[in-house]
DNA sequence: GGAGAGTATCATGGCCGTATCATTATGACG
DNA sequence: CGTCATAATGATACGGCCATGATACTCTCC
């Protein structure tokens, strides 16, 4: 029912960066800072994306992570891809090894075609469309500063 | 994306009892090894179910589990709450600490409908329903029994 | 009281999220 | 041209949680 932290994060990121002007490499600490989330491991995630052709990497001074492709060409499931796994979506809600259209598990027929939606949404959703929706100000990226109610 | 190893055991034995003859307890050890699963591990897991109300169980001589409610009444949205916590389906799919219908993140209004979808599925499902379509003979609880395939 | 069953406690291993530190590459500047 | 600051990259280590295993305890029926 959840993402990893790691997939969580890898969005977040990928998110602020199409937010950015494109062309300048954003940084790894900016990043960070901005998402609220701990920039060693954040490091790690970033290689992966590379790795995984989502990202161009720059080292030294003015170095720093850009989209690799237009923003549009990017969607969730292919951060998703890289992050859970290739076929993240495949797998049986009860666990079983195999459970296909031919020999299932009692939650088969229910469960498909609610796993297409979300697959279909994660297709749907590009990087530009969240980033666009994150200008607006209407939607955010980061938790709420929490003001002080402890008080 | 996935449910957690606990939860798939906690369904897969309460679908398991459902199939058995009610009133007659069944055995932990028996459960385990119908299904494929460590007995110590699963014993936990029975364990809380029965704090959780779900199960009764027996001690000694013709002991055993026994269902606690009737089985129309128990779906899977109650197993579930006991072994993924309360609250499970409330989180935000990037993790954000307040993602209401007020402020959110950027995914929450595609995200939202899904996931009543999945609850009104959770609801829906229960363990009466599912032991049927086991007893039918055309789903499966457990995993098929692999042939040799490496001779 | 002994065998059979669940119950409770502790110990292990793996993976994930995290933190720390060394290494390498690159642009800037004297 | 050399070196220095900067930034990504890589290696290592740690704590927590999950799945598991092992062991001792407790209850109940015969």
Redesign the interface.
């Known amino acids: 029912?959840?993402?990893s932290?790691t997939s969580?994060y890898a969005?977040?990121a990928l998110?602020y960066i199409a937010t950015q002007p494109r062309g300048e490499p954003v940084l790894n600490r900016e990043i960070a800072a901005h998402l609220g989330v701990p920039s060693a491991y954040l490091a790690k995630i970033m290689q992966n994306l590379c790795k995984g052709n989502l990202l161009y990497s720059f080292r030294g001074r003015l170095g720093g992570f850009c989209l690799r492709e237009e923003v549009e060409k990017t969607d969730l499931m292919q951060v998703l891809a890289l992050t859970?796994g290739k076929g993240?979506?495949d797998?049986c809600?009860?666990?079983?090894?195999?459970c296909s259209d031919e020999?299932?598990?009692?939650?088969?027929s229910?469960?498909k075609p609610?796993k297409e939606?979300?697959v279909h949404?994660l297709h749907?959703?590009t990087l530009e469309?969240?980033a666009v929706?994150?200008q607006s100000g209407k939607?955010?990226?980061?938790?709420?500063p929490h003001a002080a109610f402890d008080a």
Chains 1, 2 share one sequence.
Request: aromatic letters at 8%.
């Open positions: 029912m959840i993402l932290r969580q969005i977040q998110i859970e993240f979506t797998d809600v009860l666990g079983l090894k195999v020999t299932a598990c009692p939650m088969h229910r469960w609610i939606k979300v949404m749907e959703q469309k969240l929706a994150v939607y955010r990226i980061t938790d709420l």
